[in-house]
Nanobody
Framework: QVQLVESGGGLVQPGGSLRLSCGAS??????MGWYRQAPGKGRELVAT???????TYADSVKGRFTISRDNARNTVYLQMNSLKLEDTAVYYC?????????WGTGTLVTVPT
């Protein structure tokens, strides 16, 4: 079993920045990443990073968000810059071990009008 603990969400003005963190218990974790779910919408991928630091990003966040990982601490980060109204969502941390996906409980990011 892998447990994920997220932190760093909050309220930020348009154009501002936030940094999300997610620590994972356990070992042998392969990919880690962030997904989000906006009000009334489905969950979507934001960014992922493998153990070898290969990254993928949703087109909507490319150039604004950066995912990074500390393998020694089993921690993944999401640096979010130039935040927009449409980035408002609950952000979920994800980790994969032995082809099983684990999820955090989510952290809310709000970019107000």
């Amino acid at each position: 079993q892998v447990q994920l603990v997220e932190s760093g969400g909050g309220l930020v003005q348009p154009g501002g920045s936030l940094r999300l963190s997610c620590g994972a218990s356990g070992s042998c974790i392969s990919a880690m990443g962030w997904y989000r779910q906006a009000p009334g919408k489905g969950r979507e991928l934001v960014a992922t990073v493998t153990g070898g630091s290969v990254t993928t990003y949703a087109d909507s966040v490319k150039g604004r968000f950066t995912i990074s990982r500390d393998n020694a601490r089993n921690t993944v980060y999401l640096q979010m810059n130039s935040l927009k109204l449409e980035d408002t969502a609950v952000y979920y941390c994800n980790a994969v071990r032995a082809y099983i996906a684990y999820w955090g409980t989510g952290t809310l990011v709000t970019v107000p009008t």
